[in-house]
């Protein structure tokens, strides 16, 4: 697939989530429709980043089995899709690594539509994001990069984050490409585009296969929030509100499963990175390189990690591309 420039040119968060594929009047009748949930099953997209990890775990460990509870995941090609598929009704949450920001347009557009139970921080100890280069390129910094072709994976969080990286380091109106995490290691071995923005465990497979190297890691933590080891909740699980007060025990259930897939990546996480076969690019046997980012549930949320969470949404209410202020405590599940 050939890489396309992508149009950002935003005034209103409708005009995202219509660019993602929305129905913004329908899905607001179907968020308070009682048929919205079916009981027999619940569905979670996801992501195929490393940063569902703790889902991958709880589904093939049985974690949700053990707790009566009938889940599925789906698998998206975008986090603006899985936003979509949840205030429409056909799906009832988010895997972790699903765009915070994604998720903060989607409650413009339809104020309470869901509720974040846990996140992923990273930075340049729990590596999720990086900016990568082919093997042989001459880059050494981003600052580098000035007047080359920029890519990032899909969606207005990936396309802000990426530009403001470029910003902080002298590139003046950067332009990036969107495209598919996929295509991020074959685009750069192929001379297509000279860097991406991107996330684990694509810096692996390049990395492994000699097809990339790693210009830096951290980045959204050392140039967004200014702090190398800042928290960067840049992905989240959640579950829509009409799924928590429909099913409210069923809820609680499922967020202690997952968490319980937390708790099992903090204690093995070399045991846990076996799951990220079938449900990422990764194959099993690279497995053991890929670095894992940080998880936090809902209830250990310092005053600092929402202070930081804050700074990182106040980026796209200060872009102008959330029309209104977002308060993180506001989507926290309570």
Do not use: C
Request: aromatic share 10%; charged share 20%.
């Amino acid at each position: 697939m050939k890489p396309q420039t992508a149009t950002i040119r935003l005034n209103k968060a409708q005009q995202f989530l219509l660019r993602a594929g929305a129905l913004l009047g329908a899905a607001a009748i179907l968020l308070h429709a009682h048929s919205a949930y079916a009981e027999d099953k619940i569905k979670i997209g996801y992501w195929p980043i490393a940063g569902g990890l703790p889902f991958f775990v709880a589904l093939e460990k049985g974690y949700f089995k053990e707790a009566g509870l009938d889940v599925e995941g789906v698998k998206f090609a975008a986090p603006p899709q899985i936003v979509e598929a949840m205030i429409a009704g056909r799906i009832q949450g988010s895997a972790n690594g699903t765009a915070s920001a994604a998720l903060a347009v989607g409650d413009i557009a339809s104020p309470g539509f869901a509720h974040i139970f846990a996140s992923n921080p990273s930075n340049h100890h729990y590596v999720l994001d990086e900016f990568l280069v082919a093997a042989n390129s001459p880059f050494k910094t981003i600052a580098d990069l000035k007047g080359k072709k920029v890519a990032s994976g899909p969606g207005i969080q990936n396309v802000t984050l990426a530009k403001a990286v470029l910003e902080k380091n002298g590139i003046e109106n950067p332009q990036v490409i969107e495209l598919p995490v996929g295509q991020h290691v074959a685009a750069l071995a192929a001379g297509q585009i000279d860097a991406v923005y991107t996330l684990e465990p694509t810096g692996t497979i390049g990395r492994m296969s000699k097809m990339t190297r790693v210009l830096e890691t951290g980045v959204i933590a050392k140039y967004v929030l200014g702090k190398a080891d800042a928290p960067w909740f840049g992905g989240s699980a959640s579950l829509t509100t009409v799924f928590i007060n429909q099913s409210p025990e069923a809820a609680k259930k499922l967020i202690a499963a997952y968490g319980k897939g937390i708790d099992f990546v903090r204690k093995h996480p070399d045991e846990a990175r076996q799951y990220l076969n079938g449900y990422t690019s990764i194959d099993k046997t690279l497995a053991s390189e890929v670095p894992i980012p940080g998880y936090k549930m809902y209830n250990e949320f310092t005053p600092s990690d929402i202070e930081y969470f804050q700074k990182f949404f106040d980026l796209f209410f200060d872009r102008k591309i959330f029309t209104r202020q977002v308060l993180v405590p506001s989507m926290l599940y309570k």
